[in-house]
């Protein structure tokens, strides 16, 4: 048997009971001392950084031990075979480059890990709800990022050529690139919406378009699930919505109320001024307007009717708040309509005789 590895390790030598003894010791002890000893400080340093505040270190700290358990159990073996040929495996030309691929694979698993536990739990990351959506994207594509540098680092290692695979990855990356070009770009478009924050889940926005309208449900990577206003779902992709002006009327603290009267021109002009003068002040007088900007004249004169703009602009972004102060002001319009004896006409009427 001793013989059979001598192409290896040409200056084996054959173990005698003694060197089996104390092989097998090194590795009873070793285990022991990861299990009983190693493993309880580790997780006594986690608990006490969980405690002083740290629970990112914490949980680093948790999860690289896997790896670095299996990385001193492996160095415990590699010891006791060394013991047990009589020969410096650790230092073997042949067997040297084995020994420290193995040591680099544990280190990127005990960083792959580390992404793995926060894939599962992106709230651990404590970075906010704003991110939650970026999170599980960014640890997927680190994990990815890992596995290639392990393999890259553990091939230069071997002294492989890695010209012709790089080669082939490139042109293998372009073509996949011409392929899934449009999920990239709602996957990217997600991300500006992500970044950019425009609008976050419970806003009502519309785009500029006017063709969306409605309430933001959900947002991923893809699409945005948008709630309209007769309570159906749709599916926007990420990409239509980046290409488009965004309203977010969620964000409005103001909101702007314009409608108008039709007014006969039988009417007295100087009772038009007084009424519009009238209505002005009222609405200015109403608490939840706001006194800057408001407007109320004549701006449109017709051959059966003047028509008088009313725009004003209510301290609110609720639409039944806004609804209510709309109502008072017409209300009020009527009520000295009434007491200026003006005469409304019919706003379809009144365009109908423009129109002839």
């Not at 990855?169 to 950019?196: C, E, P, Y």
């Not at 990577?221 to 009327?249: E, M």
Request: aromatic share 12%; hydrophobic share 50%; net charge neutral.
């Amino acid at each position: 048997m001793w013989d059979s590895i001598k192409w290896l390790i040409p200056n084996v030598k054959p173990p005698t009971w003694a060197d089996g003894v104390t092989a097998l010791l090194i590795v009873i002890v070793g285990v022991l001392f990861i299990q009983f000893i190693f493993r309880p400080i580790i997780f006594k340093f986690a608990r006490m950084l969980e405690e002083r505040g740290h629970p990112v270190m914490s949980d680093i700290a948790k999860n690289i031990f896997p790896s670095m358990r299996n990385a001193l159990i492996f160095m415990v073996l590699v010891l006791a075979c060394s013991l047990l040929v009589e020969v410096n495996l650790f230092d073997h030309v042949k067997l040297s480059r084995f020994i420290d691929s193995v040591y680099i694979y544990f280190a990127f698993k005990a960083l792959y890990d580390v992404l793995g536990f926060y894939l599962k739990n992106p709230e651990r990351f404590e970075t906010g709800k704003d991110q939650d959506l970026l999170t599980p994207f960014f640890l997927r594509m680190s994990k990815v990022i890992v596995m290639v540098l392990a393999m890259f680092t553990i091939a230069s290692l071997w002294n492989f050529n890695l010209n012709g695979f790089l080669t082939a990855i490139g042109l293998t990356g372009v073509a996949l690139a011409f392929g899934i070009r449009d999920i990239l770009a709602h996957i990217f478009s997600g991300m500006s919406v992500v970044l950019d924050k425009p609008f976050q889940i419970g806003d009502w926005v519309m785009t500029g378009d006017e063709k969306i309208d409605g309430t933001i449900e959900d947002i991923n990577l893809r699409s945005t699930l948008i709630q309209t206003a007769d309570k159906g779902l749709v599916y926007v992709p990420n990409s239509y919505l980046v290409n488009r002006p965004i309203y977010n009327l969620s964000k409005r603290t103001q909101r702007k109320v314009e409608h108008y009267l039709f007014l006969s021109t039988e009417n007295n002009e100087a009772e038009i001024v007084q009424f519009v003068e009238t209505l002005r002040e009222q609405i200015a007088l109403h608490p939840k307007t706001l006194k800057t900007v408001i407007h109320v004249a004549v701006d449109e004169i017709r051959p059966s009717a003047y028509r008088v703009l009313i725009r004003y602009f209510v301290a609110t972004n609720d639409t039944q708040l806004m609804l209510q102060v709309r109502q008072d002001i017409l209300l009020v319009a009527k009520h000295y309509c009434e007491k200026y004896e003006i005469v409304q006409v019919d706003p379809v009427q009144a365009q109908f005789v423009w129109n002839d």
